[in-house]
């Protein structure tokens, strides 16, 4: 099983940035499937969840309006688009996944980890 993350960098405040996340070795389409952070000193946050099946998906207030969390189930892989960035949103970002539903520490797979540094 493999998560691999891409597409973090530097971006300045108010910028954008997509991230990605290759899926393999288990049946991505039927799990949920999960971004996390850890912003420097902090503990993990969940930032975005997408369902399986249907893709609904569903957002931390802190971002919600300005991150896009989709899946390409043909392609394995799920991604993450953030706008309007904030330097606090500078951390580690993780894709994650579960075969059901669950809280933020019991998730099945996670990826490495991809850095999101928010500076000017």
């Known amino acids: 099983v493999q998560l691999v993350e891409s597409g973090g960098g530097l971006v300045q405040p108010g910028g954008s940035l997509r991230l990605s996340c290759a899926a393999s070795?288990?049946?991505?389409?039927?799990?949920?499937m999960y971004w996390v952070r850890r912003a420097p000193g902090k503990g993990l946050e969940w930032v975005s969840i997408?369902?399986?099946?249907?893709?609904?998906?569903y957002y931390a207030d802190t971002v919600k309006g300005r991150f896009t969390v989709s899946r390409d189930n043909a392609k394995n892989t799920l991604y993450l688009q953030m706008n309007s960035m904030k330097s606090e949103e500078t951390a580690v970002y993780y894709c994650?996944?579960?075969?059901?539903?669950?809280?933020?520490?019991?998730?099945?797979?996670w990826g490495k980890g991809t850095q999101v540094t928010v500076a000017s």
């Open positions: 997408i369902r399986p099946h249907d893709s609904y998906t």
């Open positions: 994650t996944g579960s075969y059901v539903y669950t809280t933020l520490t019991e998730y099945d797979y």
């Open positions: 070795g288990f049946s991505f389409s039927t799990y949920w």
